[in-house]
């Protein structure tokens, strides 16, 4: 069964900073691109970003962008997710999701559990 | 930016279809997927590109799409398939989620 999970979330104050990690078994991570999801509390769900499967390509939605950063280690079968000048706006369970297809049609087959940033003075 | 559009809610009868649009401009063209969120789980996918379904979800689950409207159907409508459920589609290098809709089994 296909495992991914999330850590490293927590507390942290506006304009901090924190990485988010998400360590994937039971698949070939290396073939893959890694997604982030976030939700915020009671509200839906909302696409951070993109990393390809080696690395090379990374799209972000406009609200992160130049603030959040994705990367990889496929030696470690481990995405990252590295969020810095934190918002308020920031606070909500982050998913990190399996894409599939995306030259085509993408879609997200697998996701974590979740880990779950406040950003809270 | 590209949006696709939910009913806030639906309510179906037990053992009824319960149908979910999700619109957007030539949203047939990019041949959606839909996840399932029961409250305090992670999304599940059920149906992607637009008619396919992944294995072990159950058949009463389809999806159609045409035009500039995606819908997922629920065929005899279990309690347990009360949950949000949320379709998405890539548009270039975005992602984009509908706002979700939350099925009622009353």
């Known amino acids: 069964q296909v495992q991914l999970v999330e850590s490293g979330g927590g507390v942290v104050q506006p304009g901090r900073s924190l990485r988010l990690s998400c360590t994937a078994s039971?698949?070939?991570?290396?073939?893959?691109?890694m997604h982030w999801v976030r939700q915020a509390p009671g509200k839906g769900l909302e696409w951070v970003a993109v990393?390809?499967?080696?690395?090379?390509?990374?799209y972000y939605a406009d609200s992160v962008r130049g603030r959040f950063t994705a990367s990889r280690d496929n030696s470690k079968n481990t995405v990252y997710l590295q969020m810095n000048s934190l918002r308020a706006e920031d606070t909500a369970v982050y998913y990190c999701?399996?894409?599939?297809?995306?030259?085509?049609?993408?879609?997200?087959?697998?996701w974590g559990q979740g880990a779950l940033v406040t950003v809270s003075s | 930016s590209y949006e696709l559009t939910q009913p806030p809610s639906v309510s179906v009868s037990p053992g009824q279809t319960a149908s979910i649009t999700c619109s957007g401009d030539?949203?047939?063209?990019?041949?959606p997927s839909w996840y399932q969120q029961r409250p305090g789980q992670s999304p599940v996918l059920v149906i992607y590109?637009?008619?396919k379904r992944p294995s072990g979800i159950p058949e009463r689950f389809s999806g159609s799409n045409s035009g500039n409207t995606a819908t997922l159907t629920i065929s005899g409508t279990q309690a347990m398939d009360e949950a949000d459920y949320y379709c998405?589609?890539?548009?270039?290098?975005?992602?984009?989620f509908g706002g979700g809709t939350k099925l009622t089994v009353l």
């Open positions: 990393i390809w499967f080696d690395g090379s390509n990374k």
């Open positions: 590109q637009g008619t």
């Open positions: 999701a399996r894409d599939r297809d995306w030259s085509t049609y993408n879609y997200f087959d697998q």
């Open positions: 030539q949203l047939g063209d990019k041949f």
């Open positions: 039971r698949f070939k991570f290396s073939n893959y691109g």
């Open positions: 998405q589609a890539r548009d270039s290098s975005n992602v984009v």
